[in-house]
C-alpha cells in the first residue's frame, strides 16, 4: 500500500501537466469550431484530447488507495468541521476513483457487462460532492479568518481610513457591504492559498455540474475552467507554500 501510495503520489505532477494539456485542447476545439480551413487540426486536437484522458485513466489506477490513506489522516484533524467535510471530500474522491477505474477497465475490455452511462454518472456525483466538500472547507476557513481580521486593531484602523477614503462609495451603496467586501478582499488578499483553492475548486465545479446536467454550460466554458484549475494545480504543487493546508 505504501508503495502505491508513494508512486501515485509521484505520478501526481505528471498528472496535472496531463490535465492542462487535456483543457487547452478541449478550449482550443471549442475556438476553432467554425473554422473550416483547420478541420485537420481539430480532428488532431480531438484524438489527442481522447488520448491523453484514456492515459490519465492509466495513471489514475492507484489514486483510490491514496484518498483512503488521505481520509485516514483528515479523520484525525481536532476541528470538527474541518474533519468532517474533508474526510468527507477524500472518501468521495476515492468512490470516484473506483468508478473511474471501472470505466478504465471497460473501454480497455477488461469488463464488458457493465453500463458506461451509469458509471460515469456515479463517478461525476462522487466528483461533485467531493468538490462541494471542499468548498464548504474553503468557506469555513474563509469565514474564520474573517472573524479573525476583524478582531485585529490594525485592520480596524485600515477599514476606517478605506471607508473615509472612498466617502461617495459609501454614501451611494450600503455601507456594510462595502466594508464586507473590503473585509473578504483584505482576508483573500492576506492568505493566497485559500483564495487559490476556492478558485481551483469553484472552476472544477462546472465540470461535474455540466456532465450531470445540473447547469449546463458550453464545452468552452468547461475547457476554459478545466485548464484555470489545473494551472493552478500545477502552481500549488510546484510551489508547496501555495499549497492549502491541511
Ligand atoms: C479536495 O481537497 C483535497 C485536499 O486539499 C484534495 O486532495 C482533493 O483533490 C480535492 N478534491 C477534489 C475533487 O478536487
Known amino acids: 500500500m505504501d508503495a502505491v501510495v508513494k508512486f501515485t503520489s509521484q505520478s501526481q505532477g505528471r498528472d496535472r501537466i496531463f490535465r492542462a494539456t487535456q483543457y487547452a485542447c478541449a478550449l482550443s476545439i471549442y475556438l476553432l ?18 488520448n491523453i484522458s484514456a492515459g490519465r485513466k492509466l495513471l489514475r489506477l492507484g489514486n483510490t488507495a491514496n484518498s483512503i490513506v488521505a481520509a485516514k ?18 472518501i468521495n474522491r476515492a468512490l470516484y476513483f473506483i468508478c ?3 470505466l478504465w477497465a471497460r473501454n480497455v475490455g477488461l469488463i464488458r457487462s457493465i453500463d458506461k452511462e451509469r458509471w460515469s454518472i456515479h463517478a461525476f456525483r462522487y466528483y461533485l460532492f467531493s468538490l462541494v466538500m471542499n468548498l464548504t472547507r474553503d ?12 478582531r485585529d486593531n490594525r485592520f480596524k484602523w485600515k477599514m476606517n481610513q478605506h471607508l473615509k477614503e472612498c466617502p461617495e ?11 464586507l467586501v473590503f473585509l473578504l478582499l483584505e482576508t483573500l488578499r492576506s492568505e493566497p492559498t485559500v483564495a487559490l483553492d476556492t478558485v481551483k475548486n469553484i472552476c472544477d465545479l462546472f465540470i461535474p455540474l455540466d456532465k450531470l446536467g445540473i447547469y449546463k454550460s458550453s464545452a468552452g466554458v468547461v475547457g476554459f475552467c478545466g485548464f484555470i484549475s489545473s494551472l493552478i494545480g500545477i ?6 507554500t501555495l499549497r492549502i493546508k491541511p
Open 100 to 102: 473511474d477505474n471501472v
Open 235 to 240: 502552481l500549488t504543487f510546484a510551489r508547496s
Open 73 to 90: 489522516q483528515t479523520m484525525k484533524l481536532s476541528d470538527r468541521v474541518l474533519c468532517l467535510c474533508l474526510t468527507a471530500a477524500n
Open 169 to 179: 462609495v459609501a454614501e451611494v451603496t450600503i455601507p456594510e457591504l462595502d466594508a
Open 139 to 150: 468557506l469555513y476557513v474563509i469565514s474564520q479568518l474573517m472573524m479573525h481580521k476583524v
Open 33 to 50: 469550431r467554425n473554422n473550416t480551413d483547420r478541420k485537420d487540426l481539430v480532428a488532431k486536437l480531438q484524438s489527442l484530447e481522447s
